[in-house]
C-alpha cells in the first residue's frame, strides 16, 4: 500500500520500519537537518532490546505532494499536530491516523473534517515505543517491531478501517490493540505519564536519584489524576485500568514497573531521555490537563499538587534543557 508518514522521530522512525518491513511503499515528511540526513544516510535506527541495527530507505519530502496515499499517519508532538491540520485536510488520502499524546482529539478530528473537501476517516492511537534521536540515528525500545493502540475518539473503528490497518502491517511483528475510546484512553494516559514527568524534573531527569517515597508519591499522584477524569465522566480506558492502583497484584506489577524505570537503562529511554529532549511537548501536555481540572477547580488533587510543586517551574525548565526536538 501506498503509505505517508508525517514526522520521523521515535516513534514515526519505528511505525516506518514496520511499514517497510511489511512491504509497504512509505514517503516520509521531514524538514531540516533531519530531512537531510534521511536523504543521505536513510533511517538508522538501534533497536536497544533486541540489540541489532536497522536502515531503511523511505522516499523523503519537505511537503506533502499531490499523489494519492492509502493512508496517512500524523506522528509529531501534541501541539505540532495543531499547526498541520489543514495540510493533512488537504492530502489525497481517505484516512487519516493521529499517533501520539493528544488531549484535543475531538476538536483536530472536527477541524479536519470541516476543512477537507472530500470524506476523510479518522483515526487516534499511541504507539508504545520510546528513545532517542541523538547523531543521526534513532534508538527505540519497543517488543516486536513495536505496538500500536487505535481506535476513533468516541466509537471503536469499523471492520474495513481494521482491516485496512492490520493489513498495512502484515508481515511485520508490529502489535495493534483497539479501543472504542481513544479520546478516553489519551487522557487517561496524560493522568499516568505526567506525574513521571514532574518527577523527572523534580530529579532533574535523573530517577536514580528518586526515593521510595517520591515513588509513592507518583502513584498517589496518578490516582489523584484518575479520580479527577473520573469525576468529569471521562470512562477509564482501558477498562478497569483504575484497579492497578489499588492494592492488589496488579499494583504491586505498576510499582515494580516504576522501580524498573527508575533504575534501568531502558526505563530512562522510556522516561527522562523524552523529557530531557521534550519539554515543549510535556508543558503543553500538562498545560491541557489542567484546562480539564478547571472544569472541576475544587476536586481535592492533593498528591498531584504536592509532585507538580514539587519540581521546578516551566520557565526554569525551559532553561535547563531547552528545546532539542
Known sequence: MKVLVYGAGVIGGQ?????????????????GAWKETLLRDGLRIRHHIQKKDTVDY???????????????FAVMQ??????????????????????????SASEMEQRILDATKAPKNILFGFGSTAGTRENGKLTTVHTGD?????GRTHDDASQSEKALITGLFKGS???ISWCDDMDAWLKYHAAYILPIV???????CDLKKSTRQDRKLLLDAVRDAYHMLMELSVPVRPVGDEK????????????LIIYGMARTRIGALCTTEHCRHAPGEMEDLDSAFHELCFEKPNFPMPYFNQLYSEMPSWNQIRRIYGEKT
Not at 523511505?58 to 496517512?72: G, K, R, S
Request: charge should be negative; aromatic fraction near 8%; hydrophobic fraction near 45%.
Open 173 to 175: 511483528k508490529l502489535s
Open 58 to 72: 523511505p522516499l523523503v519530502l519537505e511537503t506533502p505532494d499531490n499523489e494519492h496515499y492509502d493512508i496517512v
Open 78 to 103: 501534541y501541539r505540532q499536530m495543531e499547526q498541520i491540520l489543514d495540510n493533512l485536510a488537504a492530502i489525497n488520502s481517505p484516512v487519516v491516523v493521529f499517533v501520539g499524546n493528544n488531549l
Open 244 to 255: 492497578s492502583l489499588e492494592p492488589g497484584f496488579a499494583n504491586w506489577i505498576v510499582k
Open 15 to 31: 511505525l516506518v520500519h514496520a511499514l517497510i518491513k511489511a512491504g509497504n511503499d512509505v514517503t516520509v515528511i521531514a524538514r
Open 146 to 150: 513495536g505496538k500500536l493502540t487505535l
Open 198 to 204: 514532574y518527577l523527572c524534573y523534580k530529579t532533574g
